[in-house]
C-alpha cells in the first residue's frame, strides 16, 4: 500500500488557555479530530497532559485518551510529565501516556533524566509495531542511549497499565 496519508494534530491540556495554542476544548477536539479523519489513512495526535513527577496517567488523561480515540485516532503520543508512564490500549488503538524526558536539564532524580524515544511503525494503517530506545541525561542535556540493566529497568516502566 502507497500513499498512505497521515495526519497530524497536537493538544494541550497544561495551563491556562493561549492563544495560538490548541488547548482541549472538547468541541474543538471533536471537530479537528472529525474533520482530519476525514482526510487521512492514520490520524496521530499528540499530546502534553498530566501531572508532572508521576509515574501513572491520571483519570483526566485517560479519560481524555479515550475521547479522542472514539472520536477517530489511531495513535496517542503523550508527554509533559517528566516521568516516563505506561503504554495503553483502548478499543485496538495506541497510547504512550508519557515518554519521559530525553533532552532537559532536570538533573535532580532519576527519574527525570530518564526517556524514551519512541519509534511506531505502520504497515499500510495498521500500527504495527512499537519500538522504544531508553535514554538517560548526562550532563544537563545530553542524552545517552541505555544497554544492558538499565536499558531492561526502563522497559519495564513502559508496561501497560493494569
Given at each position: 500500500?502507497?500513499?498512505?496519508?497521515?495526519?497530524?494534530?497536537?493538544?494541550?491540556?497544561?495551563?491556562?488557555?493561549?492563544?495560538?495554542?490548541?488547548?482541549?476544548?472538547?468541541?474543538?477536539?471533536?471537530?479537528?479530530?472529525?474533520?482530519?479523519?476525514?482526510?487521512?489513512?492514520?490520524?496521530?495526535?499528540?499530546?502534553?497532559?498530566?501531572?508532572?513527577?508521576?509515574?501513572?496517567?491520571?483519570?483526566?488523561?485517560?479519560?481524555?485518551?479515550?475521547?479522542?480515540?472514539?472520536?477517530?485516532?489511531?495513535?496517542?503520543?503523550?508527554?509533559?510529565?517528566?516521568?516516563?508512564?505506561?503504554?495503553?490500549t483502548y478499543n485496538g488503538k495506541?497510547?504512550?501516556?508519557?515518554?519521559?524526558?530525553?533532552?532537559?536539564?532536570?538533573?535532580?532524580?532519576?527519574?527525570?533524566?530518564?526517556?524514551?524515544?519512541?519509534?511506531?511503525?505502520?504497515?499500510?494503517?495498521?500500527?504495527?509495531?512499537?519500538?522504544?530506545?531508553?535514554?538517560?541525561?548526562?550532563?544537563?542535556?545530553?542524552?545517552?542511549?541505555?544497554?544492558?540493566?538499565?536499558?531492561?529497568?526502563?522497559?519495564?516502566?513502559?508496561?501497560?497499565?493494569?
Open positions: 500500500m502507497n500513499n498512505i496519508r497521515v495526519g497530524f494534530l497536537a493538544y494541550n491540556d497544561i495551563g491556562v488557555k493561549e492563544e495560538g495554542v490548541s488547548s482541549t476544548d472538547a468541541n474543538i477536539m471533536e471537530k479537528e479530530i472529525q474533520n482530519l479523519r476525514n482526510n487521512v489513512d492514520v490520524l496521530v495526535v499528540s499530546m502534553s497532559w498530566g501531572e508532572e513527577y508521576t509515574a501513572t496517567p491520571s483519570a483526566k488523561q485517560i479519560e481524555l485518551a479515550h475521547f479522542i480515540i472514539d472520536r477517530g485516532a489511531d495513535l496517542i503520543l503523550g508527554n509533559h510529565p517528566h516521568w516516563i508512564q505506561p503504554q495503553d495506541y497510547i504512550m501516556y508519557s515518554h519521559g524526558n530525553t533532552i532537559f536539564d532536570q538533573m535532580w532524580s532519576e527519574e527525570t533524566r530518564t526517556g524514551v524515544i519512541g519509534k511506531y511503525t505502520f504497515s499500510g494503517m495498521r500500527l504495527v509495531d512499537i519500538e522504544f530506545i531508553p535514554t538517560y541525561i548526562q550532563d544537563y542535556g545530553q542524552p545517552i542511549l541505555l544497554t544492558g540493566d538499565a536499558k531492561e529497568k526502563v522497559m519495564r516502566k513502559i508496561k501497560s497499565i493494569q
